[in-house]
């Protein structure tokens, strides 16, 4: 009997807790903070507010934390340096995913209807999480960005008019890869008979890039081996194997998390050379080669921005966040790819929350309004060097057609104790992604029912 | 010749893969054997250790004294669990004890990350992962290492069982719960005996696998080899622990190269090891070795 | 927790002429020629003959380990003989799986029971109508139209077999958390539920005091009397077996070693050697089975004696 | 005295066996689905009806179809959630390719579902316990393979995932949050009675006789292999029913990575803390593992302790798993058996004895 008082008691805390998120939950009904929005004085419309998913346990935590925390501490760098964004102050609130789903749903509709306009954007961090919002933003109106992750076909606006995987995609991240292999073997012509083994994990995001790098050694002649990394990839030893078998010239590195790692080991028991080893960005941090040891040194990855503490807005950070002891993350963090590439994401946010001021005033921005901006984002290379973040991303110029915005790619390499960039940016081959592109979002837009757009005010 | 020559690298990596699960498997079976529990939180307890013993390690604690301190922290856990843990829960269901286990391998995450963090560690423990020169196959130093470690701990283990007295009383137990107590044997002590047997073998699986691997979150994977191992080679049988190990990493190794290269079915891996468990299991339903449980009617 | 039923009246079973139980001279309606069974090197059964004859009341008895379980196990199909056959009713099934065995009329009780402990009374006695019950999977989904019938149908007949066992007040009650009387009893009621033509008892009354055993014996008899359900039993309590029983076959070592009316029975010197011990110099077959465990303690336990 | 049930006097068999013999149990069932159907349609938001009602029901359905197995019949599995997946997948081909109606959609996600389910039960014909829990993870790791392999299951499409058309049953056009919940509440609750009805009647008999004890149930009369087969198919219908509702009313968009193994460990995780063999318990066993969770991140939240994010979202982890393992140890068998022992409470009250 004193058992089940015991759990009596439990189960009033927990009813406790559930009647509070009852009250949280229908403090911010739809109806009424857009009704609060118009006439309520006290709701600060000089207060931005911005939704943050992350994830800081589990499996990808390393990336969760380092983005979530780079972007955080962006936006508290604009409050404590600039005082926001003309005068507007950024809040922002956090919520765990820890990369699952049904969370990272439950996240979005906790913090969708938060601030004066609601939320603006959201970031997923997660291609699962992504594609669970596709349909909800959508309806809600509420833009989606994935940098660098999420669904690729989503860079065609006229089907996706919320989703925004900006700067670049997979496909085009693969065609850039292939042109960097043409580049050092030294011309397009080299590419003819040469061995190319993609080792990407066996899950849909391991085999999106199979159908453009199948497209390419059509194009280029090269011969494409695609050999499934079973999950959760922590074994590879039968892959290197059919490697040393296979004998390729290069090796395309598509993993994620553990998975990126255990292969440059097996290079290097093969003695494979490991400046031939081309990793997806997801598998460049710091994170990804430390484990390994020596075995990583001269892999080599793409990536989409710079990495390290050498630019103006990452000193500023350090300064501005980590002086006054309001940084989100470990210091020692600070310049890491995962962090800079939070940076990016706080750039990009903030630069359309800018462009969506200009047109509708300075004042908290609202989904739709931000889903404009995004369209008709251009960030240029003086603008950037004005954020100072110059080198730190290529520019971005976006259009009603175009989600992507560039997909310009660079490559870095891992020296043992950094990543050094090696080279400039590298375009993708538009016009192959473009097409394919196409033909996925047009099989989507016929699935879900959807008439593309044919000018930018339509379905918005 | 040059085809056999690959045919045996990829048995004997097979197989020397195969005394790295063994490894974890082991684990499993010391728990299952003397408490009858599925130990789920075994793949956390490999973290725990894990992340414990690099992290006093690079706060400048010596190798062999982190090692040794990490053993500690794995005794005063095993002891911590069976107070907290298994002593309200004793002779419920095997299945609530499995759900506890379960429950407790959220809670070791979420401690081991709280307390050491998210970031994956480097571990070199200096032996290199670089094959032997002029071997006619590629053979990793690194590995016979492992598999060297795997027999000395599954010998350690059987000379523990058979030749010490607390190892009598445990093998006691296993046989008859109920006998065992009536001869003043304490099932508290031995429970946490065990735990903390396989806590030190959490720590070499995870010593053994975070060099492999760098010691993170992922070192909590390495269980889903292992419990095809476990049920391959029988539940509570040390000896189909290595064996099983040995059949589930050489075939997998020899199936998922032959298939991917010549029948293009890549990534079979993540269940063949199942699947061909399941098949034993068709003809032999606990396993190579395990210990038949007799209906009486 | 659940209220108290107040039974519609029920036809009972006296409504229909009882039926004579043809005693010893019955057909056979079970006939075990020539089985042995062994687990690895152990002989449990050896070239045992044995025959159950309608309407009688059978009783088994031996030592510990002569084989009494294992015979009832190979009837009821759980284990397979290596050799000889089994007829029931004169049909050969020696090699029927348990539950054909069950549907083809032959119900049985377990030795330290075998009741499903977390359901309650009733539903375990239900699970004897099983046979009874022919709806189909889809309708059981919906519990309506025939399948609601069949289980009102079904439902009746259990309740009678509550009122004969006097059970009605723990008809709601998980038998996991009854006294072991009880439990007893349930089992019984599960095994006449079946409606079988054959029951097999392993040791009904182990365990009881006088007062249940005397009830239990009722039952049995009246189930043979007034259902004219054939009995075979194994039981320790000689004072039982001599009142009830019809007939008495005696196992030893896994062989027959005696079959007879309990007056011969009783003064059978093989009978009385096995239960005994070896009182001559004619020492036990100890290579017949590797069991020798208590079987002097045994035979303090169960020695012959009149009530 | 709330739950007395004292002049209560069933006057026929029917009656006794009623789903609900109580006529408070009654009542309180009637009560529940006016709330379910009326009140919260009234009273709750987006964020409750489309991010917590929803997937609760789904997972409470899918957890009823594990308990079917595993409560009823006593069969262990850890690859519950794979049977989601098929269901899923096929309720999208379907969909797709003959433009099935919705509700003959989900139903034939379930008959897909369960004929796989049926493939993997075969093994139980020797298998048992902790052996065939382990084995049924071939099923979660064989059916994921197989669905990122052949990418025909995902219409062709580039990106292994899947994307549900709209849904329109008989003009009434489902789209909004609540339509969805309406839509997933109405499925659930027939098949939480059907779920009911089996347990009561012949077939879950046999079913729980052969988890309380095989060899005897056998001798009663009841094959072995036929009824876990068809526990295993049942099982795996509720799941590709849930899965199916989980694509076209939860998701929209999905790759396969959404039933992982985790979802899996999560639905053993809600019918045992529910409460084993019980349908009550698979829905409080859902609520529990699907809102705490959440429960404590808000918690999390509503405290605010800045500079130790890292540390809280652990101790997210830590008090999850704490909380299950003290669960189990104040009330082993579950939340329904709990709530069970409150009724007796209230039977007595306000009395003592």
Redesign the interface.
């Known amino acids: 009997m004193q058992a089940t008082g015991k759990t009596l008691r439990v189960l009033l805390a927990l009813a406790l807790t559930a009647g509070l998120m009852l009250a949280a939950g229908c403090e911010k009904d739809p109806q009424q903070s857009s009704a609060e929005a118009d006439t309520g004085p006290d709701v600060a419309d000089n207060e931005q507010f911005i939704p943050i998913l992350i994830y800081r346990t589990g499996p990808f935590a390393p990336g969760g934390s380092g983005i979530g925390g780079g972007y955080e501490d962006y936006l508290v760098l604009l409050n404590e340096r600039d005082g926001g964004i003309n005068g507007v102050k950024l809040v922002f609130e956090e919520c765990e995913t820890a990369y699952n789903t049904d969370r990272g749903v439950e996240c979005y509709e906790r913090l969708k209807n938060k601030g004066a306009k609601g939320a603006p954007v959201f970031h997923p961090l997660s291609t699962g999480i992504t594609y669970a919002l596709i349909d909800r933003a959508t309806r809600d109106k509420i833009p989606i960005i994935s940098l660098g992750y999420g669904r690729t076909d989503a860079s065609d606006g006229t089907v996706f008019p919320y989703i925004f995987p900006l700067i670049t995609n997979y496909w085009s991240q693969n065609t850039a890869k292939i042109r960097y292999i043409a580049q050092t073997e030294g011309g397009e012509d080299k590419l003819k008979g040469m061995k190319i083994v993609n080792l990407h994990l066996k899950h849909p995001y391991g085999q999106e890039t199979i159908p453009v790098l199948n497209k390419m050694a059509e194009m280029y002649g090269f011969e494409v081996t695609h050999l499934p990394v079973p999950w959760p990839g922590i074994d590879q030893k039968s892959l290197w194997l059919q490697i040393k078998k296979i004998k390729p010239d290069w090796v395309i590195n598509r993993n994620w998390g553990i998975s990126c790692t255990v292969p440059l080991r097996e290079a290097a028991r093969i003695d494979f050379p490991r400046n031939r080893v081309l990793g997806v960005w997801w598998c460049g941090s710091e994170e990804d080669v430390v484990p390994a040891g020596d075995a990583a040194t001269g892999y080599v990855t793409t990536n989409f921005h710079g990495v390290g503490k050498d630019y103006p807005v990452i000193q500023d950070i350090l300064e501005h966040v980590y002086g006054q002891m309001k940084g989100n993350i470990s210091p020692t963090r600070v310049g890491s790819v995962f962090y800079n590439r939070g940076v990016i994401h706080g750039i990009v946010t903030t630069e359309a929350i800018r462009l969506a001021q200009s047109k509708y005033g300075n004042r908290a921005i609202g989904g739709t309004e931000m889903q404009w901006a995004l369209e008709n984002l251009d960030i240029t290379e003086a603008r950037l060097i004005e954020l100072g973040a110059g080198g730190l991303m290529a520019p971005l110029k976006t259009s009603w057609r175009d989600h992507e915005g560039g997909g310009l790619v660079r490559m870095q390499q891992w020296d043992g104790t950094k990543w050094v960039p090696l080279g400039g940016w590298i375009k993708p081959d538009a016009e192959l992604v473009h097409g394919m592109i196409k033909e996925s979002s047009a099989k989507y837009a016929r699935e879900k029912g959807i008439t593309p757009r044919t000018k930018p005010e339509d379905g918005i | 010749m040059e085809e056999f020559l690959f045919f045996m690298e990829v048995l004997v990596s097979g197989l020397l893969q195969g005394f790295m699960y063994s490894v974890v498997a082991l684990g499993f079976v010391l728990i299952i054997k003397s408490s009858g529990v599925f130990n789920f939180a075994q793949g956390s307890m490999c973290l725990f250790a894990a992340l414990g013993m690099v992290s006093f390690w690079e706060a400048g604690i010596p190798f062999w004294l982190a090692v040794l301190l990490a053993l500690l922290m794995m005794v005063v856990l095993a002891v911590a669990i069976e107070r907290v843990v298994l002593r309200p829960l004793v002779a419920r269901p095997p299945l609530i004890l499995f759900m506890a286990t379960i429950g407790l391998s959220f809670f070791l995450e979420g401690l081991a990350q709280g307390i050491w963090g998210t970031q994956p560690h480097g571990l070199d423990i200096g032996i290199p992962d670089r094959p032997f020169k002029g071997f006619p196959i590629d053979v990793s130093q690194f590995e016979l290492f492992a598999a060297g470690v795997a027999i000395l701990l599954v010998v350690g283990l059987v000379i523990f069982f058979h030749r010490t007295r607390i190892g009598r009383a445990l093998r006691a137990v296993s046989d008859d719960h109920t006998a065992a107590l009536s001869v003043g044997i304490s099932l508290r002590m031995i429970w946490g005996v065990t735990w903390a047997l396989a806590g030190m073998v959490a720590l070499v699986a995870g010593i053994l696998w975070g060099t492999r691997l760098g010691v993170q979150y992922s070192l909590t994977l390495i269980v889903l080899k292992a419990l095809a191992v476990l049920i391959l080679g029988g539940f509570n049988s040390i000896t189909g622990a290595v064996v099983g190990g040995l059949i589930i990493g050489g075939s997998e190794k020899v199936a998922e190269v032959y298939l991917s290269l010549y029948f293009g079915l890549g990534g079979i891996e993540s269940f063949f090891g199942y699947l061909l468990a399941m098949l034993v299991l068709f003809v032999r339903p606990y396993g190579l070795f395990g210990d038949e449980i007799i209906e009486r009617v | ?6 039974p ?1 009246p029920l036809p009972g079973p006296a409504g229909e002429p009882p039926r004579i139980a043809l005693k010893a001279g019955g057909r056979p309606i079970l006939q075990v020629e020539d089985i042995s069974l062994s687990f690895g090197g152990l002989k449990a059964l050896d070239r045992v003959n044995l025959e159950i004859r309608e309407g009688e009341i059978l009783a088994i008895i031996g030592p510990n380990g002569a084989g009494k ?1 294992s015979l009832l ?1 190979v009837i ?3 284990y397979h003989p290596q050799q000889g056959r089994i007829l029931f009713e004169g049909q050969d099934r020696t090699r029927f ?3 054909a ?3 083809q009329g032959v ?2 009780t ?3 029971l ?6 309650t009374v009733l ?1 375990n006695l ?3 109508r ?2 009874f ?1 022919r ?1 189909n ?1 889809f309708l ?4 309506w139209g025939p ?2 019938k ?3 149908e079904q ?2 007949r259990v ?1 009678q077999i509550i009122d004969f066992l006097g059970i009605e007040h723990i008809r709601k009650v998980p038998v996991g958390t009854l006294p072991y009387g009880m439990q007893k009893r349930v089992e019984l009621g ?1 095994a006449l539920a ?1 409606e079988p033509k054959l029951l097999l008892l392993d040791e009904p009354m182990a365990g009881m005091n006088l007062e249940e055993k005397e009830d239990i014996s009722r039952f049995i008899l009246d189930a043979n009397e007034e259902l004219g359900i054939t009995i075979a039993l194994i039981e320790h309590d000689m004072g039982v077996v001599m009142d009830i029983c019809d007939r008495i076959v005696v196992l030893d070592y896994g062989s027959k070693i005696a079959d007879g009316p309990p007056a011969e029975i009783r003064n059978h010197p093989d009978v009385i050697r096995a239960y005994l011990g070896t009182t001559d110099d004619q020492p036990p077959p100890a290579s017949a089975t590797g069991d020798i465990t208590d079987r002097a303690g045994r035979a303090g336990g169960g020695p012959i004696e009149e009530t | 005295m709330i739950y007395r049930e004292s002049g209560q006097f069933a006057s026929s068999y029917a009656k006794d066996m009623r789903m609900f013999p109580l006529l408070q149990d009654r009542w309180a069932f009637g009560a529940l689905l006016v709330f379910a159907f009326v009140v919260i349609p009234l009273i709750a938001n987006d964020y409750w009806l489309s991010s917590i009602l929803t997937l609760f029901l789904i997972y409470s359905l899918s957890a009823i179809g594990l308990n079917i197995l595993t409560g009823f019949c006593g069969q262990l599995s850890l690859g519950h959630a794979a049977f989601m997946a098929v269901g899923a997948y096929a309720s999208y081909n379907f969909a797709v390719r003959l433009h099935t109606p919705v509700l003959v959609n989900f139903l034939l996600a379930g008959f897909v579902a369960a004929a796989v389910g049926l493939l993997f039960g075969l093994p139980s014909l020797r298998i048992k316990g902790f052996y065939l829990a382990v084995a049924t993870l071939a099923a979660q790791f064989t059916i994921e393979w197989v669905l990122v392999s052949f990418n025909w299951f995902a219409g062709g499409s580039m990106l292994g995932a899947i994307d549900t058309p709209p849904m329109n049953i008989m003009g009434w056009d489902v789209s909004s949050n609540l339509d969805k919940y309406l839509l997933t509440l109405s499925v659930v609750v027939v098949l939480a009675i059907v779920a009911k009805n089996l347990g009561r009647s012949e077939v879950g008999r046999s079913w729980r006789a052969i988890r309380d004890l095989d060899v005897a149930a056998e001798i009663m009369g009841i094959r072995l292999f036929p009824y876990k087969l068809l526990a295993f198919m049942v099982s795996s219908f509720y799941a590709g029913v849930a899965g199916a509702l989980y694509a076209f009313c939860y998701l929209g968009s999905l790759e396969v990575t959404a039933f992982e193994l985790a979802v899996s460990f999560r639905l053993l995780g809600m019918i045992i803390i529910g409460g084993l063999g019980t349908i009550l318990g698979s829905f409080l066993g859902a609520g529990f593992i699907v809102l705490l969770p959440i429960l404590i991140s808000q918690a999390i939240v509503f405290l605010h302790i800045s500079g130790a994010s890292d540390f809280l979202a652990n101790a997210e982890l830590m008090i999850f798993g704490g909380l299950i393992i003290l669960f189990l140890i104040v009330e082993p068998y579950g939340l329904a058996r709990l709530w069970q022992t409150i009724k007796e409470k209230l039977r007595l009250w306000p009395f003592p004895y």
């Not at chain 3, 927790?1 to 107040?6: L, Y």
């Not at chain 3, 075998?114 to 359901?119: Q, S, V």
Request: proline letters at 4%.
């Open positions: 927790m659940s209220g108290p039923v107040t519609e379980t196990n009821s199909g759980v799986r348990p539950h065995v069950a549907n119900a049985r377990f030795q330290n075998g009741l499903f402990r977390a359901m539903e239900m699970t004897g099983k046979k019950i709806t999977f059981q989904a919906m519990f399948a609601q069949a289980e009102i439902r009746e309740e599960r079946a």
